[in-house]
């Protein structure tokens, strides 16, 4: 029987990145995002060039309704899913201090509560089967103080490493996939100025997706793509928190607040 992935945030960026390479693999896919015509568009070429059986499911993850029918989608075991890869999110254009409480709570519902959620909903039935896997996509923004998009993806990647460690009995693998800036919809949406940045810096879905594959075929609890990003990952470690929080908050506040 194929590996079934049900794969959140699936219609572009990472996600899509996600169901290709799964979609090589061999594995049937359910394809959960906002957009139905994305969706359908992204199912209809897996089927065409790899074969793939794709579900799709239309769903805002942030309408409790459309969660609930995502939720009894992971825990229905006549259509066991194998791998749940929490991929959903979106970022916002302006410092904690500055943005609408109300989108706050959006972005951390989304990020956090959805994760928290859908894994939940799946777990009975991986312990049960005794194999499967959990993918949650964090960021190297949650090694440093940056602020709430920061602190979210900080709790995904805490939460990963101790779930890691319990469902390491029953065969259940979970990590942690912690990106750098990548090449997606993901800054644009979130109003982000990225003109400044090195094309060094960028990192290709793609690449994201095939190191943190392999990182999940070797049990790693986190996987870091690219050699800048690892280094960066260790460094932020070992320096001072006051000077990594305040520089950082140098480059969050809004440009006419910002000094040369």
């Not at 896919?29 to 199912?43: F, H, I, N, P």
């Not at 942030?62 to 989608?73: E, G």
């Not at 990963?160 to 090449?183: H, K």
Request: hydrophobic content about 45%.
């Amino acid at each position: 029987m194929p590996t079934t992935v049900l794969i959140t945030g699936a219609s572009a960026g990472l996600g899509a990145a996600f169901a290709r390479a799964f979609a090589a693999k061999g594995c049937d896919l359910v394809l959960v995002a906002r957009d139905k015509s994305r969706l359908e568009a992204l199912a209809a070429g897996l089927a065409r060039d790899n074969g793939a059986v794709c579900e799709v499911l239309p769903a805002d993850l942030l309408d409790p309704a459309a969660l609930a029918t995502v939720t009894d989608r992971l825990a229905d075991t006549a259509r066991p899913v194998d791998v749940l890869v929490n991929n959903a999110g979106f970022g916002l254009p302006a410092p904690y201090p500055y943005n609408p409480v109300e989108d706050e709570e959006r972005m951390l519902d989304l990020l956090v509560k959805v994760p928290l959620r859908l894994t939940h909903a799946l777990l009975p039935g991986l312990r049960e089967r005794r194999r499967g896997a959990v993918l949650n996509v964090s960021s190297v923004a949650g090694l440093l103080p940056t602020g709430t998009y920061g602190a979210a993806k900080a709790w995904i990647t805490a939460f990963s490493e101790s779930l890691r460690i319990d469902m390491e009995p029953y065969g259940v693998r979970v990590l942690a996939v912690v990106p750098g800036f990548t090449r997606t919809e993901f800054q644009e949406r979130a109003g982000m100025d990225v003109s400044a940045l090195r094309d060094a810096v960028w990192l290709e879905p793609e690449a994201v997706v095939a190191k943190a594959l392999r990182d999940l075929a070797r049990r790693r609890p986190i996987s870091v793509t690219g050699r800048h990003y690892r280094a960066y990952a260790f460094a932020v470690r070992h320096l001072p928190r006051t000077f990594v929080a305040r520089r950082m908050a140098r480059d969050r506040r809004p440009p006419a607040a910002r000094r040369d």
